[in-house]
């Protein structure tokens, strides 16, 4: 009886273990290209949002509330940002929307000088209006592949914090989202070239 009882308390772990889960994470595909979406919560984002920058052909737009620094030049926020200035230098379209505040010193301070380090490595960077708040973390990539969740480009959000997002490799997807950047981009500023 005793045996049976902790096989059966055992199974549901067994059955995860078998399938290849993990309990609160990601599920990474066998073959990247072929996945039509992928969770990528908490440590996993920066794994998946590195490979998928450094993968970029075309154009990378991001919407972000929040992008932190790092004094640690290989800190994770620090070579996702690396990643777009390579890619910008390499002649892709790089282009980022930031939230600045009426009302967050803090926030206008990372923003701002994120802003600067990445325009001084080539990245078209803007800002939204005062007027409303861009809460968005929004990634879209080569037209076909958008991420999207919680997590903004900060240490404690990629590092320590539970954050859920998603990759979505879907062209009609990333076509809305791709609409929804550009009204922003361009209602904010944000040149077309």
Request: hydrophobic letters at 35%; a negative charge; aromatic letters at 10%.
């Amino acid at each position: 009886m005793i045996g049976k009882m902790r096989i059966s308390r055992l199974f549901p772990l067994i059955l995860i273990f078998l399938l290849g889960c993990e309990i609160g994470g990601g599920i990474k595909p066998q073959n990247p290209s072929s996945f039509t979406y992928l969770t990528v919560n908490n440590r996993d984002y920066f794994y998946n949002v590195d490979t998928l920058l450094m993968g970029s052909h075309n154009y990378i737009h991001i919407i972000m509330y929040e992008m932190t620094n790092s004094s640690d030049s290989l800190s994770k926020i620090e070579l996702l940002k690396r990643d777009l200035i390579n890619k910008a230098q390499a002649g892709i379209e790089v282009k980022v929307i930031l939230e600045h505040s009426d009302d967050s010193y803090s926030l206008n301070n990372y923003n701002s000088t994120a802003k600067t380090y990445l325009e001084n490595g080539g990245v078209k960077v803007i800002f939204d209006s005062d007027a409303i708040t861009t809460h968005s973390k929004l990634i879209i990539v080569d037209g076909r592949t958008v991420v999207i969740g919680s997590t903004n480009w900060s240490t404690s959000a990629i590092e320590y914090n539970n954050e859920t997002s998603i990759m979505i490799d879907e062209n009609n997807i990333a076509s809305i989202y791709e609409n929804y950047f550009e009204n922003l981009w361009s209602s904010y500023g944000g040149s077309s070239d």
